[in-house]
T-cell receptor, first 113, second 114 residues
Framework: AQTVTQSQPEMSVQEAETVTLSCTYD???????LFWYKQPPSRQMILVIR??????QNATENRFSVNFQKAAKSFSLKISDSQLGDAAMYFC??????????FGTGTSLTVIP | ETGVTQSPTHLIKTRGQQVTLRCSSQ?????VSWYQQALGQGPQFIFQ???????GRGNFPPRFSGLQFPNYSSELNVNALELDDSALYLC?????????????FGNGTRLTVT
């Protein structure tokens, strides 16, 4: 079974600064997808960024980028130029070849004005 | 494009009762997944439906069951409710024919069991 671990229950960052959220996963599969989702207090899960395991290049979406280390099974999210609207719970997720998703326990991000 | 919608938004039930939660998938999506999110936790995979058949299940007892209809909408049924079933239930849909398709989530149903 796949497991996803987020070891930082809470993180904080000063507005306009950079923060990195950590995620590790365990799998025996070689082909899979990884995602970061954001869940604000409104509770709707919003896709932040995705990464295909077969791609070595790290994904980037505007201020959001990932550091994907396949051998280490690590998938961290970097948020640059943090904004107040970035405050939310962030979940790392793994999608297996059966199209089933597994989520970590989340990291609560606070942005300090 | 219509997003994923769930009903009801909130629900209060008594232990031992049965509950049905509903979900309309995003247009064009053929697969629906259900997740249970306890307070302060990440979503836990309950099961998934593709073309009206269950094609994946997480570690949940048989009293959690579901249906998918020809229009790809779905129901989650929970029998013999227990206090620990109190959680946010999230429905998500995606298109398995679209390659790397991420989950699109609804706003969830908050279930409270007393």
């Amino acid at each position: 079974a796949q497991t996803v671990t987020q070891s930082q229950p809470e993180m904080s960052v000063q507005e306009a600064e950079t923060v990195t959220l950590s995620c590790t996963y365990d799998t025996s599969e070689s082909d899979y997808y990884l995602f970061w989702y954001k869940q604000p207090p409104s509770r709707q899960m919003i896709l932040v960024i995705r990464q295909e395991a077969y791609k070595q290049q790290n994904a980037t979406e505007n201020r959001f980028s990932v550091n994907f280390q396949k051998a280490a099974k690590s998938f961290s999210l970097k948020i640059s130029d943090s904004q107040l609207g970035d405050a939310a719970m962030y979940f790392c997720a793994y999608q297996n070849t059966g199209n089933q998703f597994y989520f970590g326990t989340g990291t609560s991000l606070t942005v300090i004005p | 494009e219509t997003g994923v919608t769930q009903s009801p938004t909130h629900l209060i039930k008594t232990r031992g009762q049965q509950v049905t939660l509903r979900c309309s998938s995003q247009s064009g999506h053929n697969t629906v997944s259900w997740y249970q999110q306890a307070l302060g936790q990440g979503p836990q995979f309950i099961f998934q439906y593709y073309r009206e058949e269950e094609n994946g299940r997480g570690n949940f007892p048989p009293r959690f069951s579901g249906l998918q209809f020809p229009n790809y909408s779905s129901e989650l049924n929970v029998n013999a409710l227990e206090l620990d079933d109190s959680a946010l239930y999230l429905c998500a849909s995606f298109d398995t024919g679209a390659g790397n398709s991420p989950l699109h989530f609804g706003n969830g149903t908050r279930l409270t069991v007393t």
